[in-house]
């Protein structure tokens, strides 16, 4: 009797428009896969293909799909022709190996010779986690290391209080960055500062000056309608606006 077939589903993806147009990107990827899947005696039972699709994170509607049918056990494993078909970050290739060993899943990528069913290919798995959790600790690093650089130099980050902008940065005589952007009076956000003040007067609750900076078309910084916690801030922003920002 021979034993049943090992079904896997194979994963393409191409990250423009124009390689998809033109199919050659893909059927590259599809001709790798099923030549894998012939050496290994593995059953191709469909593909799933992402067009003109980043790598850049996991929230893709083929790679959703493949991994949803592995595991409701319609399949054993995925098969793809690169790692960075999958994704191209570190930390999510990491962690979806990691998941899909823990559910038996098999993820095999034709360019690398990996293999997750096997246990030089669970090994790769923990190479990974450890490069991504040092990926992660470094990039905090950096990002820590650039914070006290620019506290440092007199520079500032973040959104800048409400009533002003940031201004260019200086340059010296070199024409070198100062790593120093100065704040600059903001008039449009100022009058709608004062005009909050004055719907405000009389004790006037929040959610109704929100209603009415709202009607008027003011904009908020990020869009969309005005809420009674932005509200309270731009008013506690309008106590610091002196004379000569309000004019």
């Known amino acids: 009797m021979s034993p049943a077939p090992v079904l896997v ?10 390689q998809a147009d033109s199919g050659l990107g ?5 001709r790798s ?8 005696g593995l059953t191709l039972s ?9 790598g850049k994170d996991m929230r893709r509607p083929a790679p959703i799909r493949a991994l949803a049918r592995a595991r409701a056990k319609e399949v054993s494993g995925i098969v793809f022709a690169k790692l960075d078909r999958l994704s191209r970050n570190v930390r999510d290739i990491a962690e979806i190996m990691t998941a899909c060993t823990k559910d038996g899943i098999a993820l095999h990528s034709v ?9 030089s290919g669970r090994l790769v798995v923990h190479v990974l986690a450890a490069v991504a959790e040092w990926e992660r600790a470094a990039a905090s690093e950096r990002t820590a290391a650039a914070l006290a650089a620019l506290k440092a130099a007199g520079g500032r980050n973040g ?6 902008s940031y201004g260019p940065e200086p340059r010296d005589e070199k024409g070198n960055r100062s790593g120093r952007r100065p704040l600059v009076p903001n008039p449009g956000e100022q009058e709608t500062a004062l005009r909050a003040v004055d719907l405000s007067r009389g004790g006037a609750a929040l959610r109704h000056v929100a209603r009415a900076l709202t009607k008027e078309g003011r904009a908020t910084r990020k869009g969309g309608a005005w809420r009674a916690e932005q509200v ?3 008013l506690k922003a309008a106590e610091g606006l002196g004379p000569a920002e309000a004019s």
Request: net charge negative; proline share 4%.
């Open 46 to 54: 469909g593909v799933e293909r992402d067009e003109g699709k980043s």
């Open 232 to 234: 309270r801030a731009v």
């Open 33 to 40: 896969v099923r030549a894998y899947c012939d050496l290994y």
């Open 111 to 119: 360019g690398e010779k990996l293999d997750t069913s096997t246990g």
């Open 9 to 18: 589903l194979g994963y393409l993806r191409v990250s423009t428009g124009e």
């Open 26 to 30: 893909l059927a590259a990827q599809e």
């Open 159 to 164: 959104q800048p209080p409400w009533g002003y």
